[in-house]
């Protein structure tokens, strides 16, 4: 979860940047607009999109044991004991994170219903599809949702200009109040994010200069315009939501008015943001390091089955042809008691092998150079317990991997133990103890790559080749 924050707050910080960077000062309002509202929200869910890595194999070398692990054997069950001490304390950051939410939620409550009752109180005239709400404080006009607020005497003494009520047509017809809600509200949840407050400014910003460009399309005067505003900068502070007048605010929407960007330069700045969000997803994304198959021995396998009589000299001969065709070298680096290694055999003689090591005796089997191991059986399919799943939550004593991808052990609040089809548990004497205990390994198959894992494992129901290597005399 921590990580999860982390990454939202960064991301929403880079794009914020970007954005006052190179695309405030441009006169490109519909995109910016479209812009701070996408990186809020793709900030919101880009530590949730997976990049997935898959290491590359290495080529197979039959120069040793192609050795299985027993799967039986890696399968281990958790004591109660190991459950209790592992149980962690009182969450107190979430009951904490969760009271500022609600208060905040509170808040934000309140004040919508603080100007819905003052939408009651006063009195209301139909204008343009929307409503002048007029008030008896002496305040500058302002706009939520449909209605826009007035003065009353200002209204009554027909002191309201047409541009300024064009401006604030501007802001209903285009819904900005939509926009200072929907950040408002994610305010609420990601109260911990400095940077949403900066979303908010720019955001505001923003409405403002779309609704001054609406004045000036319409009354194609940008000085009078201009006048007009620095006339209005000395004004009553505004109700929470409200559009505003201020100076530095209206410095910036003077500078607007005079600027021109052209199609093309605003075409090229809206095509370089893409490699923006790609280098974004890549940084801040949910990225996961693939499991490694580990090595383990060939006890517990069964032989291939073997034939009474034997296979005969013709097909002993022509094993033998095949493995002298296949040898590399006379020594194995760094393993000097190794008489001989073999380069990749082909599937067509491997199938070759395979047929003429089936028709040998045990005997012969027991002094041939190679050996066909059995193929894998399934896992077993299981659910682990509430117990166990909680327990592999404490980072001290469990590294969790899902899928064959190592993740968090928080990242595991995502899931429920109905989500897994198969798991195991194994001590990783490697990490040695903590506490007095083994640290262990969890490995977890959700349900879906639980059925893909075991139709793969049946389908592939097949021998592998090994080979068995002899001492040489010399270093033995």
């Known amino acids: 979860m921590i990580s999860y924050l982390i990454k939202s707050t960064l991301c929403s910080a880079l794009l914020l940047f970007v954005y006052l960077l190179f695309l405030e000062r ?9 812009y701070l509202l996408f990186s809020v929200v793709f900030s919101l869910i880009v530590p949730f999109i997976p990049i997935t890595f898959q290491p590359a194999s290495a080529p197979v070398v039959f120069d040793s044991y192609f050795t299985i692990a027993n799967p039986a054997s890696s399968i281990n069950t958790i004591s109660a004991d190991s459950i209790n001490n592992n149980s962690s304390p009182l969450p107190i950051l979430p009951i904490i994170y969760c009271l500022v939410c609600l208060a905040l939620l509170v808040r934000f409550v309140r004040n919508i219903y603080l100007i819905r009752t003052g939408l009651s109180k006063n009195k209301i005239i139909e204008y343009k599809g929307a409503k002048l709400i007029l008030l008896k404080e002496d305040i500058i006009s302002h706009t939520f949702l449909n209605n826009i607020f007035i003065s009353e005497s200002t209204y009554n003494n027909r002191d309201l200009e047409e541009e300024i009520l064009t401006h604030e047509l501007a802001h209903v017809r285009q819904k900005h109040s939509l926009d200072i809600l929907f950040i408002e509200l994610i305010q609420t949840i990601f109260w911990f994010n400095p940077f949403l407050l900066l979303y908010k400014k720019a955001i505001r910003l923003n409405h403002e200069f779309l609704a001054d460009n609406a004045v000036i399309k319409t009354y194609q005067n940008i000085a009078a315009y201009q006048h007009l505003l620095l006339a209005k900068i000395n004004g009553n502070s505004n109700p929470t939501f409200a559009s505003s007048f201020n100076y530095l605010v209206t410095k910036k929407r003077l500078y607007m ?11 090229l700045k809206g095509i370089a943001l893409v490699p923006v969000f790609l280098v974004t997803i890549f940084i801040f994304s949910n990225k996961i390091v693939a499991q490694q198959q580990k090595p383990a021995t060939l006890m517990n396998l069964k032989a291939v089955p073997s034939t009474k009589d034997g296979a005969s000299k013709e097909l002993l001969d022509e094993m033998a042809a095949i493995l002298e065709k296949n040898k590399v070298s006379n020594k194995v680096p760094n393993a000097a008691h190794l008489a001989f290694s ?7 003689e491997t199938n070759r092998l395979e047929f003429i090591y089936k028709q040998m005796s045990k005997e012969q089997q027991a002094a041939s150079p190679i050996i066909f191991i059995p193929p894998i059986s399934p896992l077993p399919n299981c659910t682990p317990t509430d117990a166990q799943f909680e327990s592999w939550k404490n980072g001290d004593m469990y590294k969790v991997w899902v899928n064959g991808w190592k993740i968090k052990n928080e990242d595991l609040n995502k899931h429920e133990p109905s989500d897994f089809g198969e798991y195991q548990v194994y001590v990783v004497p490697g990490y040695g103890k903590k506490n007095g205990k083994y640290i262990h ?4 198959m959700t349900k879906e790559y639980y059925a893909a894992y075991y139709k793969r494992t049946v389908a592939d129901h097949k021998y592998h080749l090994a080979f068995r290597f002899k001492r040489d005399p010399k270093n033995s």
């Open 441 to 444: 390994e969890v490995s977890l």
């Open 26 to 34: 441009e006169k490109m309002h519909r995109f910016n607009r479209l």
């Open 257 to 267: 008015m005079t600027t021109k960007t052209s199609a093309a330069k605003a075409f």
């Open 342 to 348: 073999y380069k990749r055999i082909s599937d067509e």
